[in-house]
């Protein structure tokens, strides 16, 4: 008699190989993993993910899924919507940034998900699948849009790559940083970053988000300062 299992035990048994396909994917690379390596991991057989998941193209999907999650509610599009009203002065411009980042941090660095989550990203977002463009346009394509909404709000400027780079360099620390965790263990005295490294880190995004809107809202040009008004 075929093994019917039962939903509880199914929908362990499915997270239980999301979380170990994820945490080898983003080691190793997808390429480089079998899933009999998975299966192993996860303490199952193989023919288990062909019968959740219909093979190793399936389980990239749903360990994709898992990763995209948090960012499919929008939340930092939600927040501007909300706010954008506060850009209209120098005060809601720094407080609409400032929770923006603190928002990027809190779904990037979250300390209810794996740390294996960006770097799977990170390797998705190299290849040209189509879950590799539903990466982008859900966690990458949906924070560079507000960030440049805010950018363009601010400085009247239309230029998309000043505004591109601009944003980039908001968040590029905490991508670096969460994408190759062995440099900053490596550099730092105590062995590794702490949850205070990270608030200081934010802090830092937070600051130079501010600092570089200023910067570039005095050196807009007079039609770009007369579209603004």
Same mark, same amino acid.
């Given at each position: 008699k075929a093994y019917m299992p039962t939903y509880s035990t199914s929908e362990a048994t499915k997270n239980a190989l999301v979380m170990a396909?994820?945490? %080898?994917?983003?080691?190793?690379? &997808?390429?480089?993993? #079998? !899933?009999?390596? &998975?299966?192993?991991?996860?303490?199952e057989n193989t023919g288990i993910i062909h019968y959740h998941f219909g093979g190793k193209e399936g389980?990239?999907?749903?360990? +994709?899924?898992?990763?995209?999650e948090p960012w499919c +509610? =929008?939340?930092?599009?939600?927040? %501007?919507?909300?706010?954008?009203?506060? %850009?209209? !002065?120098?005060?809601?411009?720094? +407080?609409v940034l400032s929770h923006l980042v603190k928002i990027f941090f809190s779904v990037h660095f979250s300390p209810v998900r794996p740390s294996w989550c960006c770097t799977m990203a990170f390797r998705i977002l190299q290849k040209e699948l189509? &879950?590799?463009?539903? !990466?982008? =346009?859900?966690?990458?394509?949906?924070?560079?849009?507000?960030?440049?909404?805010v950018y363009r709000t601010v400085t009247g400027? =239309? =230029?998309f790559e000043r505004g591109y780079i601009w944003c980039s360099s908001i968040v590029a620390p905490a991508v670096l940083f969460s994408l190759i965790p062995m440099n900053i263990k490596r550099m730092h005295p105590d062995g590794g970053p702490t949850d205070e490294f990270i608030t200081k880190l934010e802090k830092?995004? &937070?600051q130079n988000a501010i600092s570089t809107l200023n910067r570039?809202?005095? #050196?807009? !040009?007079?039609?770009?300062?007369?579209?603004?008004q």
């Open positions: 396909a994820g945490e %080898l994917f983003a080691e190793y690379g &997808i390429e480089a993993v #079998t !899933t009999r390596e &998975i299966a192993r991991k996860a303490g389980l990239v999907n749903a360990v +994709m899924d898992f990763v995209n +509610m =929008d939340p930092l599009g939600s927040f %501007l919507k909300e706010h954008r009203h506060h %850009l209209g !002065t120098p005060e809601g411009q720094e +407080m189509d &879950i590799s463009l539903e !990466t982008f =346009d859900t966690a990458v394509r949906s924070f560079v849009n507000v960030f440049l909404e400027d =239309d =230029d830092f995004c &937070i570039l809202k005095k #050196t807009s !040009t007079p039609q770009q300062n007369q579209a603004e």
